[in-house]
């Protein structure tokens, strides 16, 4: 493998992984506040649906953004009625959100669409475009030159391959997924409100004698887990693709949530975490068919590595994780 190679397997990488990040921060939100949410394939599944219809309907990707955030944020208002107003069992919430998202979307698309429950494909400005950074070599340059903007890149310094190939090019979606780890961090550990989301997700009984109310931080941590899984699934059906296909989140917020457990909870080893999926899936789409000592890797057992890390880490194999010990319980105030 070249060195150009390398770096274009780590650019698909990031944006495989966007996705997997935002979903991830997202749960990260919700179950540091005590509230366990493995709707989140659902939300992402929503929210790519709705951003897709409404960017193709209005031609315009900001339009469809909104909506994906509005139809995540909806399912998350109804998961936290019912596992906080209610003080519902959390995973059977969860699990309904995904049957809801995942019967509802087909319907909605084929209802709205009549075209085998997909959206039209995403054209101009209905899709996110990549951003040129500064002196990263584009299309700029190659309309000055004979050259197409691949070969360009191939005569450059390994220095402009990375920043023209890895570092700019890529949607505004991505580069706000990765400043949400900063802002995270500093959100959760820096602040009021994220020691009090921490401590209501681990004694909420000893912030509700403080006079914080249980239920207003909790319901603010829905309500971020709604925007990020929003952010999440409008980026796959309007900058990772062109529009919405059934089932397009393909399984991405179970691995979320198997990232967010590999992660320990912790917005960087949370980036650290979704950079290996997305490798694992860079790799699958990257290379069909490797050979190693005269033996060629079937594609399906490459394409199967970031769900075959999932069961390992779900089933306890790389390590003990504790998770917050106020989670998956509902507050009961005491009179």
């Known amino acids: 493998m070249d060195f150009l190679t390398l770096i274009q397997v780590l650019d698909s990488t990031l944006r495989l992984a966007t996705p997997l990040l935002?979903?991830?921060?997202?749960?990260?939100?919700?179950?540091?506040?005590?509230?366990?949410?493995i709707g989140l394939e659902g939300k992402?599944?929503?929210a790519a649906m709705f951003a897709g219809a409404v960017a193709a309907v209005s031609g315009n990707v900001w339009m469809g953004l909104l909506a994906g955030i509005a139809a995540s944020m909806s399912l998350s208002a109804l998961h936290g009625i019912?596992?906080?107003?209610?003080?519902?069992?959390?995973?059977?919430?969860?699990?309904a959100i995904n049957f809801l998202a995942a019967g509802m979307t087909v319907l909605v698309a084929q209802s709205w669409f009549g075209q085998g429950g997909r959206t039209p494909s995403l054209m101009g400005g209905g899709r996110f475009d990549g951003i040129e950074l500064p002196f990263a070599?584009?299309?700029?340059?190659?309309?000055?030159?004979?050259?197409?903007v691949t070969k360009l890149i191939e005569q450059a310094g390994p220095i402009q391959q990375v920043y023209s190939e890895l570092i700019s090019g890529h949607t505004i979606l991505v580069y706000v997924a990765l400043l949400c780890v900063p802002a995270t961090w500093w959100l959760l550990f820096r602040t009021r409100f994220g020691l009090r989301l921490r401590a209501v997700g681990e004694a909420p009984e000893a912030v509700d004698t403080a006079g914080v109310s249980v239920v207003g931080l909790r319901f603010a941590a829905v309500a971020i887990c709604g925007v990020l899984c929003g952010v999440a699934g409008a980026y796959l059906a309007t900058g990772l693709q062109a529009g919405f296909v059934k089932d397009m989140t393909a399984?991405?917020?179970f691995i979320a949530l198997a990232a967010l457990i590999f992660a320990k909870w912790r917005p960087w080893y949370a980036l650290s975490a979704t950079l290996l999926f997305g490798l694992l899936q860079a790799i699958a789409v990257r290379f069909q068919n490797i050979e190693i000592?005269?033996?060629?890797?079937p594609v399906q057992f490459t394409e199967s590595l970031p769900y075959i890390l999932t069961v390992v880490i779900l089933a306890g194999f790389v390590g003990k994780a504790i998770p917050p010990r106020a989670g998956g319980e509902p507050y009961v105030k005491e009179n």
């Open 22 to 37: 935002l979903a991830c921060l997202a749960g990260l939100y919700s179950e540091r506040a005590g509230i366990f949410d």
């Open 137 to 148: 070599i584009g299309p700029k340059d190659a309309a000055l030159s004979d050259l197409s």
């Open 293 to 297: 000592g005269g033996f060629v890797i």
């Open 44 to 46: 992402m599944l929503v």
């Open 251 to 253: 399984g991405r917020g």
């Open 82 to 95: 019912a596992s906080i107003t209610f003080r519902g069992n959390q995973l059977i919430s969860g699990v």
